[in-house]
């Protein structure tokens, strides 16, 4: 096992992690019965971190960065469409585990990473333009499907599935295929489609594969609107041209990326043994016995 910080070139990818999605799955996925040793919930910490250690042996990244969501602030995504996202209501549970989960990534010297009035989703944009910049890969874990507009030669999407013992590897071939656009063309594609998830209604009668034609067909959304004059694309351009800024990630959010190196095993297995998580805690410790070996 090496964790090489010479030639950028050579070195492993950077796993990029969307805590709050990982930590929702975590939540739904592991009994609500699992409780720490004040009575408290801890089943999405259990599910996070053993989904996070599945990742860390699979891909055997460089290191690990996780965005978070900055919980009950709006961002400016709410500013520009107040109906974004609208309906979401969180479990006071999950809502418990969400603030002890950012510790938890920092006691295993991962990075970690929020900012007022931005997401998760923007944390991880700036932090896949860091590592790309710096000569680095990445690999992004989410099944946020937002998160294809970030796919390149470089950057690749694991989607969890059955838990996280699949991972789906998403790269432009399979963005086309889904998508049928470029990645970089997923916001103008949303925008149009509109999604549900996020309460974008996009463009009245146009639909996914009407989208993707569009297009395809005049290359972006301010050409399908200058292509559409008369019509009633072009008397909503205005609207869609908004609901393309809040589908796009921004990547302009202060990042610090960690180091290359092993987990800091022993300093998280402290902290999940204060939380009453003995059999996880001994488990990671059991990562720490794997790593000493191998180095």
């Avoid at 489609?193 to 989208?211: C, E, F, L, Y």
Wanted: hydrophobic share 40%.
């Amino acid at each position: 096992m090496s964790f090489d910080e010479g030639d950028p070139g050579q070195r492993r990818p950077l796993l990029i992690v969307d805590g709050d999605n990982l930590a929702h799955r975590a939540y739904h996925s592991m009994p609500k019965s699992v409780r720490g040793r004040d009575g408290q919930p801890i089943n999405a910490v259990v599910g996070w971190t053993s989904m996070l250690l599945a990742a860390w042996d699979a891909e055997q990244p460089r290191s690990i960065f996780v965005g978070w969501d900055t919980l009950g602030q709006p961002t400016y995504r709410h500013r520009l469409w107040p109906s974004y996202q609208g309906g979401r209501v969180f479990d006071p549970e999950i809502v418990e585990q969400l603030e002890i989960l950012p510790g938890i990534a920092v006691s295993f010297g991962f990075g970690s990473g929020k900012a007022a009035g931005y997401e998760a989703d923007d944390v991880i944009a700036a932090a896949v333009k860091a590592e790309v910049a710096d000569g680095g890969s990445c690999l992004v874990l989410t099944n946020d499907r937002d998160s294809y507009q970030l796919v390149s030669d470089r950057v690749t999407v694991l989607s969890p599935k059955r838990g996280i013992r699949e991972l789906s590897r998403v790269g432009p071939a399979e963005v086309r295929a889904y998508f049928g656009v470029e990645p970089s063309q997923v916001p103008d594609f949303k925008a149009l489609a509109g999604d549900s998830s996020d309460n974008i209604p996009g463009a009245r009668g146009v639909g996914p594969k009407g989208a993707a034609a569009l297009i395809q067909k005049y290359g972006g959304l301010e050409a399908v609107l200058e292509a559409s004059k008369g019509s009633h694309l072009a008397g909503d351009a205005e609207r869609l041209l908004l609901f393309r800024e809040v589908v796009r990630m921004q990547d302009d959010v202060p990042v610090t990326l960690p180091k290359s190196g092993a987990p800091e095993w022993e300093s998280a297995a402290r902290v999940l043994q204060r939380l009453g998580a003995e059999r996880q805690a001994e488990r990671v410790l059991g990562f720490a016995q794997r790593t000493a070996r191998l180095l």
